[in-house]
């Protein structure tokens, strides 16, 4: 009779697995995102009513967020660099990743009370892990106020999808699609909510449950801490409803007149204009103090600003109203057109960078999903920048005592710290993710963990680059270089 062969459990290698992926920082950053817990939240809080075969559909949620941030533009773009690319998906502990029908199958499968917990589990994450909290602290402490943007931008969409209507999409006639109100401090470029609505929806009806969303976001619950925040809004915010319901619930305010009839006739009591830098078009501005304001639910100033018409004679008219009783004429200017450089280009860094107007569901709640998984992807590229800044600051602040944690390479950059922040801080969505994100590299694997990538030296800047992730891994056992030459 033959011997009964006895299979022995076989031992896990210790050996280093060299790997290329054109995605090595990701692959990185995946230590760093698996000890901050980012995606924990969804698996605990998101219950998806579909039945787990080989992937559990929170595990499908975690890899539109990881096909977003590697570039993926549409959802077959996940078949076409996600699925292909197993150095990415094991270094986040997954062997295979789904296949873009069956995520889409989960986004549609999704109900509304999933939206509800996602949107809870990314508030946890916030709580966590956002910047915008720090601001506030210290403006409490130094008696300032920190400016918060809202706006409302059209999503096309097809004429049969749910909560698709025809209106207002800036440069498209005759479109249809829906409305996307965001949230944003400019300071760090975080989103800090977003609501999907019906296209016909205009931006004075939404005010009052944005910033009833922004109050449970930031846990603004009594006047004290909403005195700490002013709302920079544009002329579609600008009714007399809203104005006094945020004045109401002791915001500050920097808003635009809705009506152009009272613009003009406000503009009438201004004694004397003063030349102002030009406006987007370049032309000329004036813009003078409106000597008899119209009355707010608390006192304002208003301030009148007019340019030529681009067709015929005569001047057209905007009032600016702040809240800021000691502010002069160009400040108060320079800082509402700051507004036009902040949110409306976050919407068009998503929309280039991201891919966000490309990913479209028929199904309205699907898309509301897909919403969310991008500001999370949006938030955590952002965390991701300031993460590294930090850390460079820090370096720059204690070279004395550097030698003891950490040595800079051959390969690091010459310039020092503060060309590297001067650098990354210079980087938009777009840019981080093409040029930060997804570089290729050899990825070294030890026991199922990165421990080393090294990228390609040709990139441009990538010696400011790989210093910037080497200081920032290194307390998780990860080290960056360069390949030779």
């Known amino acids: 009779m033959a011997k009964k062969r ?55 949620l975690v890899f539109v967020v990881l096909g977003i941030m590697s570039g993926c ?31 889409q199958r989960t986004l549609d499968a999704s109900i509304q009370d999933n939206v509800q917990q996602l949107e809870s589990a990314l508030k946890t994450i916030w709580d966590n892990h956002n910047m915008a909290t720090p601001l506030l602290e210290s403006a409490q402490k130094e008696g300032r106020v920190e400016t918060i943007d809202m706006d409302l931008s059209g999503m096309p969409a097809s004429k049969r999808a749910e909560g698709s209507e025809k209106g207002y999409f800036a440069g498209k006639r005759n479109t249809y699609g829906r409305q996307l109100a965001r949230i944003l401090v400019p300071k760090t470029q975080e989103i800090v909510a977003e609501s999907l609505y019906p296209g016909k929806m205009t931006s004075c009806k939404v005010l009052k449950s944005v910033v009833e969303k922004m109050e449970q976001r ?38 635009k007149v809705y009506s152009w009839k009272r613009a003009k006739a406000l503009a009438k009591s201004v004694h004397e204009w003063v030349d102002i830098s030009s406006g987007p078009d370049n032309r000329p501005r004036q813009a ?39 502010a002069d004429i160009h400040s108060t200017v320079d800082d509402y057109d700051g507004r036009s450089g902040v949110p409306e280009s976050t919407f068009c860094q998503d929309n280039q960078g991201l891919g966000m107007r490309k990913r479209r569901k028929k199904s309205f709640v699907a898309q509301q999903m897909l919403i969310l998984l991008n500001q999370l992807a949006h938030n955590l590229i952002r ?12 370096i720059s602040s204690v070279k004395s005592s550097l030698g003891s944690w950490w040595t800079p390479s051959d390969d690091a950059t010459p310039e020092g710290p503060d060309t590297v922040v001067e ?27 990165v421990i080393q990538i090294k990228l390609n030296p040709l990139y ?11 200081v920032l891994l290194k307390p998780y056992g990860i080290t960056v270089s360069l390949h030779e030459n």
């Open 423 to 449: 650098t990354l801080s210079s980087f938009g969505m777009k840019r981080l993710v093409r040029q930060v994100l997804c570089l290729s590299g050899e990825v070294t694997v030890k026991k199922g963990k």
């Open 288 to 326: 003078g103090w409106v000597s008899q304001p119209h009355r707010y639910g608390k006192k304002t100033k208003q301030l009148a600003i007019r340019m030529p018409k681009k067709k015929g004679k005569g001047y057209q008219y905007s009032v600016l109203v702040t809240t800021d009783m000691g």
């Open 73 to 103: 533009e549409v959802m077959f773009d996940l078949n076409r660099k996600l699925r292909v690319d197993k150095v990415l998906l094991r270094a986040f502990g997954y062997q295979k990743c789904a296949d873009q029908s069956v995520i």
């Open 218 to 255: 930031l846990s603004l619950s009594t006047k004290a801490q909403r005195g700490l925040i002013r709302l920079r809004l544009d002329g579609g915010f600008g009714t007399d409803e809203n104005i006094n319901y945020a004045l109401w619930r002791d915001y500050h305010l920097l808003a």
């Open 460 to 470: 441009p800047m990538i010696s400011r680059i790989r210093t910037a992730f080497d």
């Open 383 to 394: 965390w991701i920048q300031q993460w590294m800044i930090k850390a460079m600051k820090l």
């Open 6 to 60: 006895i299979r022995r459990k076989r031992k896990k290698s210790n050996r280093k697995v060299r790997e290329n992926s054109p995605y090595a920082p990701l692959c990185a950053l995946s230590a760093l995102i698996e000890s901050r817990g980012i995606f924990d939240c969804i698996h605990e809080m998101v219950k998806i009513p579909q039945k787990e075969v080989d992937y559990c559909p929170t595990d499908k």
